[in-house]
């Protein structure tokens, strides 16, 4: 008798092998493919375009010490080696500042290419780069070269081949345009106004202020909003939606992490310095760590550039050939955001006329708008399409960027009709010298050079704090604008000339300013930083102050400080508001209201939920079982506030109430802050006018709810890090790709709130949209004083073993070494590449 398979499981069987086999191969030749796109580490190469030779020389996170002769290698070279770290996420950088997306992407991208060009980060790209030092233009003409030295000797990562593009060549105004467009990404104020005009639209001026809260003690913007009263917001609905669209588009190709209909819900950063009398050892101690959107590659990477005239290591943007944050052995400077109100958006009366041209009126004139024809491709289609931007003397008409819909196949658009155009008013227009002034900043040894160079930074809104071993500094940058009338919060009419900006902008003497206080340290982290009677408000976007006040707190907690306990303040996830609302509801009065409405069931888990939360520190991980009750109650709480109302069931206005969050938020001043509201009210029961505490009460019932329902009655399993983790994606990290692109999901924690930010959107789910996208600290008194880290790696190549290899030092804190002194250097960084001009070549 014969045994074993035959027939059709036999052939199945062998079917099943072959796939199996050939899928191994597959990855195989992937595999080996990958590997062939990596930039050596070790050897020697001849590169054309080189004086002289230069090392490059990593350490085991694949970090680079770039050492050349001159500045022209150097620069070079950082363009040579940047590129073989992060080649695809400056060319697709290029691609969304430029508007010219659909090329890569096809025509669903068009839109928001059309934003883009009308926004004009490419012609403020050309406008700074016209401004900039022979030695600046000089420095950026070198890193193009160096960009297009490696693109033509190496072979492409895979990116490249998935979506079909060829990469053009990098132009040394490109690093401008990347420079305009992180400026971009970090401007909250105009998405805001967007937000707002929706919001009015659909819920009145009166009901859609209590969503655009200020601060605190600040009081809410009726007063502001009524400049806009007698307008027909309902006209500038779809508009205002189809922008914030576009714009989340965008932002969220850069960052895949952030929601797309929620781009803008980023506020950024920590940094603090401490002066000698504080510390242990008697020296300055400065740290820095930048909240900026989730996603793999992260925003930052890791250099240090050395030539006789540079010297500098520290974080830099991708594109971008200068150190941005960091230091150079002298001084260490880092950066928060000011929240700077830097954009306003005037509604202009417009007309047509006979022959089609498009006119806005001002102060009793009608004025022909200037126009501009732009050209997109668009991958897939054979023709171009043109569209015509309109500008007004307050800036581009952002409507001829919003469409409802297109025709096939010319891609037409069928715009919305409305009486009034949105103009935007940016200061980055007038001009920007940021990267003469930053390069300035690297070669600075004392704090009044390091002031002086500061003063060159036109548009980028920062608080950057600055140390050398004996003193520390805080000094704002950016132009500040000053109106004519009103705040700026709030979308302004251009046609009356009453709201114009006043010019020249504030001296930047009189900028916030400050040099060895008397407290001993300094501390920002987009908190209101002026007095709130100040004559010129900088910001109507501050957030809430917790993680500031959380770093004063721990700084007053130590009589002397050291670099091992900042950097353990870098991992805090205590939260203020969080500890602050669990006092609250755990006062004795707010227990006995809690508790009077509710009976049965609902009173023993009120008393259970409330029993959880009595003593709660605000420890935002999984440490603490109240974490994720708090976590909860905030998600619950945003939900039964305002997602009750129908209207809120609507894609585009959930989009605009979380655009219009970016910075203190309305979800926090309703539980923190405000105690009537037109929100508290449960619009689904007619027969009651439901108040805070009945809202209160329902928000802990669910949120305690879903805590019995995903974990049980033991709240020793209530684990925040597993409901809040963190998920590394790339822009690719779709389906089967998401395999080789992205990384997670791992135990996350924090809050937007804690130093150690793990931010996501009260109400929407517990997504980490924001979080530390660098840790530095400095300290003075070491030999070597610097360490600092990033949450996934160097490298932005999935086959390099340095895409991923820092984010176990990300999720636990620990540092990594940036050393100055040459012993330290041959030490650690033991990897070297020499670039030799063919002259000097093997």
């Known amino acids: 008798m014969k045994s074993g398979l035959s027939g059709w499981p036999r052939r199945v069987l062998l079917a099943l092998v072959g796939v199996l086999g050939l899928g191994v191969l ?46 022209a290698d150097l620069f070079f070279a950082t363009g040579y080696a940047m590129a073989g770290d992060r080649l695809w996420q400056m060319m697709s950088m290029r691609l969304a500042a430029s508007g010219r997306l659909a090329e890569l992407l096809g025509p669903g991208a068009l839109e928001a290419d059309v934003f883009m060009r009308t926004i004009g980060l490419s012609r403020y790209a050309r406008k700074a780069y016209e401004r900039l030092t022979p030695r600046s233009l000089a420095l950026l003409h070198d890193f193009a070269r160096g960009i297009n030295a490696y693109v033509k000797n190496n072979r492409l990562p895979l990116e490249f081949t998935i979506a079909g593009y060829e990469p053009e060549e990098w132009r040394p105004e490109d690093s401008l345009l990347l420079f305009a467009l992180a400026n971009y990404d970090l401007s909250m104020n105009a998405p805001e106004e967007l937000a707002f ?135 260490a400077w880092g950066a928060t955001m000011v929240m700077a109100d830097s954009q306003d958006l005037f509604l202009e009366r417009l ?47 952002l409507n001829d960027s919003a469409s409802r819909e297109r025709t096939i196949p010319r891609l037409q658009p069928i715009p919305y009709r409305s009486r009034y155009g949105i103009a935007h008013r940016w200061s980055f227009a007038d001009g920007e010298r940021a990267a003469d002034a930053v390069f300035a900043l690297g070669r600075s040894r004392t704090m009044e050079g390091a002031r002086a160079a500061m003063a060159g930074i036109d548009s980028m809104y920062l608080n950057l704090v600055y140390a050398d071993a004996n003193s520390i500094g805080w000094q704002t940058t950016g132009r500040v604008p000053r109106r004519m009338r009103g705040t700026g919060q709030l979308p302004s009419p251009g046609w009356n000339g009453r709201y114009e900006w006043r010019l020249p902008y504030l001296p930047f003497a009189d900028q916030p300013h400050s040099i060895d206080p008397d407290s001993g340290f300094l501390v920002t982290a987009n908190n209101r930083t002026v007095p709130a009677n100040a004559p010129i408000q900088m910001s109507h976007s501050w957030t809430a102050g917790a993680r500031a006040a959380r770093v004063r707190e721990l700084i007053l907690s130590r009589d002397r400080i050291d670099r091992t306990f900042v950097e353990q303040m870098q991992f805090d996830r205590v939260s203020l508001i969080a500890r602050t609302i669990a006092e609250r509801l755990t006062t004795e009065s707010m227990k006995e209201a809690l508790l009077a409405g509710s009976s049965g069931q609902d009173r023993e888990a009120l008393s259970g939920a409330l029993a959880l939360l009595e003593d709660f520190s605000g420890q935002m991980d ?21 997602f009750d109302d129908p209207i809120f069931q609507e894609d585009e206005m959930r989009a605009a109430f979380f655009a219009a969050q970016g910075g203190y938020g309305a979800a926090v001043d309703h539980l923190l802050v405000r105690q009537t509201s037109p929100f508290f009210d449960d619009v689904s029961t007619a027969d009651r006018v439901e108040d805070k505490t009945d809202v209160l009460r329902a928000a802990l019932l669910a949120a305690y709810g879903e805590c019995l329902e995903r974990w049980g009655t033991s709240a020793s399993r209530y684990d925040w890090a597993a409901l809040h983790p963190y998920e590394y994606k790339h822009t690719f990290g779709r389906s089967l790709l998401s395999l080789l692109f992205n990384r997670g999901p791992y135990g996350g924690g924090g809050d937007r709130h804690t130093i150690n930010a793990g931010g996501f959107n009260w109400g929407q789910d517990f997504r980490m949209t924001f979080v530390p996208a660098m840790r530095l600290v400095v300290d003075f008194s070491q030999p070597d004083p610097a360490t600092l880290t990033i949450p996934a790696g160097q490298s932005g190549n999935p086959f390099s073993p340095h895409y991923d290899d820092m984010i176990p030092l990300f999720l636990s804190g620990r540092s990594h070494g940036l050393p100055f002194s040459n012993a330290a250097i041959n030490q650690q960084y033991d990897r070297v590449l020499v670039l030799s001009p063919p002259s000097t070549g093997q």
Request: aromatic share 8%; net charge neutral.
């Open 26 to 71: 597959v990855l195989a030749c992937l595999h080996l493919y990958g590997r062939s796109t990596l930039m050596p580490e070790t050897g020697q190469i001849t590169v054309e375009g080189l004086r002289a030779p230069v090392r490059i020389m990593r350490d085991d996170l694949g970090i680079p010490v770039i050492e050349a002769g001159s500045d």
């Open 622 to 642: 999984r440490s603490e079982p109240a974490a994720a009750l708090m976590g909860l109650l905030y998600q619950h709480f945003a939900r039964l506030t305002f």
């Open 197 to 331: 005009l929706k919001l009015a639209g659909r819920l009145g001026l009166q009901n859609a202020s209590y969503l655009v809260p200020i601060y605190p003690d600040a009081p809410l913007p009726f007063e502001e909003a009524q400049k806009l009263a007698g307008l027909d917001l309902t006209e500038l609905e779809q508009t205002s939606s189809a922008l914030l669209s576009a714009r989340a588009s965008v932002l969220s190709f850069l960052a895949p992490a952030r929601h797309r209909s929620d781009a803008d819900s980023i506020p950024a950063s920590n940094n603090w310095a401490i002066a000698p009398a504080r510390t242990e050892n008697g020296r300055s101690l400065l740290a820095n760590d930048t909240h900026l959107g989730f996603g793999i590659p992260g925003f930052w990477m890791i250099m240090h550039l050395r030539s006789p005239d540079y010297d500098a290591a520290g974080v830099m943007i991708p594109g971008i050939p200068i150190v941005l944050l960091g230091t150079n052995g002298n001084i």
């Open 351 to 397: 007309r047509t006329r006979e022959d089609g041209r498009v006119e806005y009126q001002y102060r009793g004139r009608w004025i022909p708008t200037l126009e501009m024809n732009e050209e997109f491709r668009i991958k897939g289609e054979s023709e171009t399409v043109q569209r015509t931007l309109r500008f007004t003397r307050h800036g581009p008409l």
